[in-house]
């Protein structure tokens, strides 16, 4: 295979990304905490030969909310469901969001090289940090950390995590029975690392992930994850509405590459879309509105407030949006802050009907249409250098990855864009990325 | 069924409970972390109809034992391992060691009641602490916790889960699709609990477990360990070497519960077995030789000295023990020092023989022989109040546990004491135990 291909992700989140995804006629109860049925999610992606299967995560149930009562907030934790999907699936990819902010480096990297063992080694990390004070009163703080300290020790936990998977070497393993020695000391290492925010010995009680690390994905794109996915993310998530702004990024990141002695091919930029697909444009735009009509007006409203990081429940909600505080003043996300400012004031839009452009994909790209209209909005980003692939988000399940699996792939494997096979075994084979080397190996000399 | 059932736990230790199991000839080292294997493994023990099976674990490598490189100690983590056994099997309970040392609550509560919902309400948590230098040093401490102190966390700790797994009662899912109320936020709580060691505002973001909480297992045998079984032990796993000993510990655990509101009967106490199947006791007898010869002297002073907590590689192997300091001395697991000494002294043992002496079980109780005798020994425990069951630990894999399944299982049937047949699908029915109340749903009053 010759041609570039897309890299596609097929993001997990039960029972679909859309706000009121729960209320969707072909969506049931007993399905919202149904092994089977996520497995029956993840063989489809498979089917459709996805890169991966990717959960994200959080650690509140959102209960402070205004629409707390409206909102399905209850989920698998990931650690447990990508293990389970393992078990059941062969060759998928399978990524978990995993915070950085209220666990430890040792009980997170030993999961992940579990998880990397169980599966064959498809593996991945989507490394975030948890903002918000519903998060840190469950673990102990009053105050929620500042977003300058939650990175900071994100990019310290990255770095003790890869210590632990190097910390036994490829070949530390001997297992030779006759002479009773089942392990090369020399070859496992204790890490003893000693920094600001941990302090870890090692080694780690299993041995190097069958992928070195599992590959490791972040979403942040504000200066600081810029640079930080620029020296350290192989793919990353992102959220983008115009094509514009999708190429300055792409080419913001991957430029800031070379200093790091990385080539751009070494990260993958993958932002999320969120696609409603018909088999006429006209059916597809009956299921838009279909979803729109499902939205109460205090969930819109409260998902746009946690969105710009700033309470509307206050205002007209067929007015403007208010005068906001500067971006830097929000301890949320801000990137997606400031994307949902600007959509407002570029098409210059009311609270609800702000929401409603954001109630499916929270920010992300939203494509509708037929199949081949689908597969031309993914194909101009691919071939524009405003991304590498997709992070696919159905407004529900199962139908909207059905509808992808069935309509938008076999489109897209017309075209010669993506795979009609699994070529590798591994996720960084999926991807095309390269096996690290293990930062405490001797070098041998050629 | 109207005779009291035996219940039996495959302590499933790969590549098996030996010290040196990785040495027998039929252990592989592509099985040591091998999913496929440990599949395998827990289907045998569910075609054994097997009550659960069971994980022990720890947060070291034992880097720093003098037999380190003589001593298999990779392994899968926990939650990992059993999530993708949930996904395989369909009956067998699946129990996980979680040290609540290193841990948070919140992360814990809501990994155990992710794979209670996985496995339809299959789960386990044996409840440890973690203790020693090495363990401490991999999560940012220069000193280990003091004994006291870990009981204290841990009690706290498990209170702190049962008030997240409450956190959402029963019926808080309304899912009314037309009225847009998914969820009661009557009947969903913030836990507000401020105790000595936590401080966690919940609720949880997952629906209350399928089994109310999952299984609470113990394995203390100390006098904090017991006191805290009484109160909230469903399962104590334990180890003893007499009937006599057991039986006072039964007596002993079991008059205590009284005081709690708990019948006897909540409770089943599980000491560890270490049975060496033969068709006749002199092919037995010959796996134990076998076992024993493939034990280095180094690593079985090593492993002594871990039981005992106290380091022996200076003294001559085939002398007697030296003077020891008082077990209160000791910040290990001070019950499993005593029943080693008690051994010692009972049989006038020198270092050597007491270390083959434990070197499969451990410190649990050895049982040689044909099924028959098996099945006898077991039988005599379990019918003059020593046990109500066993957790059966394998000196290899597979062959250990097959031996069991192939040749005593059926035995232990034919006597009437053991199920032919699930006949529930929890691991609390497979067990006789309630489904607790919600300790924040609303009494009705009758």
Known sequence: MSKRQLRLGAFLMLPGHHVAAWRYPNVKKENLLNFEFAKQQALTAERGKFDMVFLADGPT?????????????IRFEPFTLLSGLAAVTSKIGLVGTVSTTYNEPFNVARKFASLDHL??????????????IEAANNFGYKEEPLHAERYERAEEFVDVAKKLWDSWEDDAIVFDQEHAKFADKEKVHEIRHEGKWFSVTGPLNIARPVQGYPVIVQAGSSEAGKELAAR????????????????????????????????????????????????????AEAKRRKLLDLIPESLGVSLLSQ???????????????????????????????????????????????LYQRIAGARGHREIIGTPEQIADQLQEWFENEAADGFNIMPPTYPDGLDDFVELVIPELQRRGLFRTEYEGSTLREHLGLERPANQFAKKTLV
């Open 307 to 353: 969105q710009l990081g700033v309470d509307l429940s206050g205002y007209p909600v067929d007015g403007p949006l208010p005068e906001l505080p500067d971006v830097s003043e929000i301890n949320g996300i801000k990137s997606r802050s400031q994307l949902v400012r600007d959509l407002a004031e570029r098409e210059n839009l009311t609270i609800r009907q």
């Open 232 to 283: 350290t993310a192989e793919v990353i998530f992102t959220a983008w509405q115009t094509l514009e702004e999708a190429q300055a990024f792409y080419r913001d990141v991957k430029s800031r590459m070379d200093k790091y002695g990385r080539h751009p091919d070494e990260l993958k930029i993958m932002p999320g879309v969120y696609p409603i697909v018909g088999r006429t444009i006209e059916e």
């Open 119 to 132: 599966s064959g080694g498809r593996a991945g990390w989507n490394v975030v940090t948890s903002h918000g």
């Open 61 to 73: 149930a959102g209960y402070r909310s205004h629409a707390f009562e409206q909102h399905s907030t």
